[in-house]
């Protein structure tokens, strides 16, 4: 008897827009040389993560165009397609590798700040 194999699509992680909370740990994201701020990235409570895009979408910019499409083109990329739901301790990683500093989007770490965090 034969076996037939099935293909079947890998489950993935969704990120999904929302408030970061600042106090708890996430990532920003800057673009170019400028390390503007442009996204925060934190641990979806469910599973996923939640990015809080930080630039003004409202009026027509190629410029913010442009950015926004290479900040989810790299928020797919790393969070989505290189490990999947796992990917947190990733995303701490990658806040230190070459890649990431040779890229025009950074990634940067921030724990969370006990002082601040505590009631």
Known sequence: ???RMRITAKARV???EGVVNRNADHVSICYGESRRVVALIA???KAGFTVQFLLNTHRTDARVDKILHQVRQ???FYLLD??????WPF????CDTP???????HWRWHPKDP???SP
């Open 82 to 87: 290189v490990v999947g739901p796992d990917s």
């Open 14 to 16: 969704a990120w999904v």
């Open 91 to 94: 995303v701490q990683y990658h």
């Open 115 to 117: 002082v601040r965090a």
């Open 1 to 3: 008897m034969v076996k």
């Open 74 to 76: 790299e928020l797919t």
């Open 99 to 105: 890649a990431n500093r040779r890229s025009i989007v």
């Open 43 to 45: 641990q979806h409570k």
